[in-house]
């Protein structure tokens, strides 16, 4: 009696020996026998003692295409999957991690903007339970994390696109010289990281297309009575309308990029002594802003100035001159 070493009869052997699951296939290949599928633990230690008996004078087993399907490996492969899933996010630094007595341990650096470990545990097979996270803050250099603070923080107004280019963040379009320069600010903060932001290509916008509003507001007046600091009823539909169109203008021009401020300066005629008109046209100026922050204009946007008779409509000869100088005129501004 002797046992032949030829791969078929070896195979009828270890068929016999091993028992495998139906999970695993048995296979000669190019005078190899190879193991192939699924099988827990316990079998695969007795198909590796076998391999080893047969490194003494024997055909190689190969069972390094089995896998182990026993909890603890599968749990442990479970593992691995989301750590390689973590490993492949933008913005996730993977420092260290274990697994020790069916729990898991992981830290490492997590930029706010990256996407949530808890959540990429969805579909792993990993309990939650089990998973002890430490993630430190670091602001990743990635630049689609790098565009995303930037649009935070520069709030880009309509007319500008920031895209990224070959790992370059560029801006195009048109803005106003302010944003432009606190974008200038922002790229030289950038270089100093190794980055870019190129912003050779916008263009400035000056506000021309709100010059038609502001000349619109700044031909309107509101006109008093001799002697009154609150305008009378006549002048409350325009009072209405002025206050639709700086809310107007505002909105624009926080779309344009830029912020509107109204300045109201009070008038008086030469009727009295200065220092009484002085106050009283500081008064009426006062009385107006009152009026339009009732009607909903930002008071934040309006400025007030008592100008007395210095700044006068027109001369005094007739008394449509004087009452054309009791009034509160607008003057507007973009920042």
Same mark, same amino acid.
């Given at each position: 009696? #002797?046992?032949?070493?030829?791969?078929?009869?070896?195979?009828?052997?270890?068929?016999?020996?091993?028992?495998?699951?139906?999970?695993? @296939?048995?296979?000669?290949?190019?005078?190899?026998?190879?193991?192939?599928?699924?099988?827990?633990?316990?079998?695969?230690? %007795?198909?590796?003692?076998?391999? %080893?008996? !047969?490194?003494?004078?024997?055909?190689?087993?190969?069972?390094?295409?089995?896998?182990?399907?026993?909890?603890?490996? @599968?749990?442990?492969?479970?593992?691995?999957?989301?750590?390689?899933?973590?490993?492949?996010?933008?913005?996730?630094?993977?420092?260290?991690? %274990?697994?020790?007595?069916?729990?898991? #341990?992981?830290?490492?650096?997590?930029?706010?903007?990256?996407?949530?470990?808890?959540?990429?545990?969805?579909? +792993?097979?990993?309990?939650?339970?089990?998973?002890?996270?430490?993630?430190?803050? #670091?602001?990743?250099?990635?630049?689609?994390?790098?565009?995303?603070?930037?649009?935070?923080?520069?709030?880009?107004?309509?007319?500008?696109?920031?895209?990224?280019?070959?790992?370059?963040?560029?801006?195009? *379009?048109?803005?106003?010289?302010?944003?432009?320069?606190?974008?200038?600010?922002?790229?030289?903060?950038?270089?100093?990281? *190794?980055?870019?932001?190129?912003?050779?290509? !916008?263009?400035?916008? +000056?506000?021309?297309?709100?010059?038609?509003?502001?000349?619109?507001?700044?031909?309107?007046?509101?006109?008093?009575?001799?002697?009154?600091?609150?305008?009378?009823?006549?002048?409350?539909?325009?009072?209405?309308?002025?206050?639709?169109?700086?809310?107007?203008?505002?909105?624009?021009?926080?779309?344009?990029?830029?912020?509107?401020?109204?300045?109201?300066?009070?008038?008086?005629?030469? +009727?009295? %002594?200065?220092?009484?008109?002085?106050?009283?046209?500081?008064?009426?100026?006062?009385?107006?802003?009152?009026?339009?922050?009732?009607?909903?204009?930002?008071?934040?946007?309006?400025?007030?100035? *008592?100008?007395?008779?210095?700044?006068?409509?027109? +001369?005094?000869?007739? @008394?449509?001159?004087?009452?054309?100088?009791?009034?509160?005129?607008?003057?507007?501004?973009?920042?």
């Amino acid at each position: 009696f #002797y046992q032949s070493l030829d791969p078929e009869f070896v195979l009828k052997r270890l068929t016999a020996s091993l028992a495998p699951p139906k999970s695993v @296939r048995l296979s000669i290949v190019e005078d190899r026998i190879v193991a192939e599928g699924e099988a827990p633990d316990t079998w695969l230690d %007795r198909a590796r003692v076998a391999a %080893r008996q !047969l490194e003494a004078g024997g055909p190689v087993f190969d069972i390094s295409k089995v896998r182990d399907v026993s909890p603890e490996a @599968r749990a442990a492969e479970h593992w691995q999957t989301y750590v390689s899933r973590l490993e492949a996010q933008p913005g996730i630094i993977v420092a260290q991690q %274990r697994a020790s007595g069916g729990h898991f #341990y992981i830290s490492g650096l997590r930029d706010p903007q990256a996407a949530d470990p808890q959540a990429l545990l969805s579909g +792993t097979g990993v309990d939650p339970a089990r998973v002890h996270s430490q993630w430190q803050f #670091y602001q990743s250099l990635d630049p689609k994390f790098v565009l995303k603070r930037l649009v935070a923080s520069l709030a880009p107004p309509k007319s500008v696109r920031l895209t990224i280019i070959q790992d370059r963040i560029v801006a195009m *379009g048109e803005a106003p010289a302010a944003w432009i320069n606190r974008a200038r600010v922002a790229s030289q903060q950038l270089s100093a990281d *190794g980055l870019s932001l190129d912003i050779s290509k !916008l263009l400035e916008l +000056t506000p021309q297309e709100l010059t038609h509003s502001r000349d619109a507001i700044q031909a309107v007046d509101i006109f008093f009575d001799s002697g009154k600091a609150v305008p009378g009823p006549a002048q409350l539909p325009v009072l209405d309308k002025l206050a639709n169109q700086l809310k107007e203008l505002a909105k624009d021009a926080r779309e344009a990029g830029v912020t509107a401020q109204f300045m109201l300066t009070g008038h008086s005629d030469a +009727t009295g %002594r200065e220092t009484a008109n002085v106050s009283i046209s500081a008064a009426r100026a006062e009385t107006v802003r009152a009026l339009l922050k009732k009607r909903g204009v930002d008071p934040e946007l309006l400025l007030v100035r *008592g100008a007395g008779t210095f700044e006068p409509a027109e +001369t005094e000869d007739s @008394r449509t001159g004087s009452s054309a100088n009791r009034r509160v005129s607008v003057t507007v501004t973009f920042h």
